[in-house]
């Protein structure tokens, strides 16, 4: 299973983003989106069961809002009011864990 994570980039504090993740055959798993910011460990953000129930760490509840869309096998993350402590590269998987870690999606958010 590959998940790919994109859509990252350079945005300023207080911009939006929005990343994608396709996940062909393990989307009715729980799904979750994570970051690792420089020196800190992988931490989740966010989860969404296959039920649509959603889960948000306190630093961004209220800013992200987690999604699936069946028919295109693909998870997003909607990253509104971004501030310069959301860099990071944001990554996939399911919650918890099953599946090798992909490439990731650097987001920074820098004036």
């Known amino acids: 299973v590959q998940l790919q994570a994109s859509g990252g980039g350079l945005v300023q504090p207080g911009g939006s983003l929005r990343l994608s993740c396709t996940a062909s055959?393990?989307?009715?798993?729980?799904m979750g989106w994570y970051r690792q910011a420089p020196g800190k460990q992988r931490e989740l953000v966010s989860s969404?069961?296959?039920?649509?129930?959603?889960n948000y760490a306190d630093s961004v509840k209220g800013r992200f809002t987690i999604s699936k869309d069946y028919a295109k096998n693909t998870m997003y993350l909607q990253m509104n009011s971004l501030k310069p402590e959301d860099t990071a590269v944001y990554y996939c998987?399911?919650?918890?864990?099953?599946?090798?870690w992909g490439q990731g999606t650097q987001v920074t958010v820098s004036s």
């Open positions: 969404i069961t296959a039920g649509g129930s959603t």
């Open positions: 998987n399911t919650e918890p864990v099953l599946y090798v």
């Open positions: 055959r393990i989307m009715f798993n729980v």
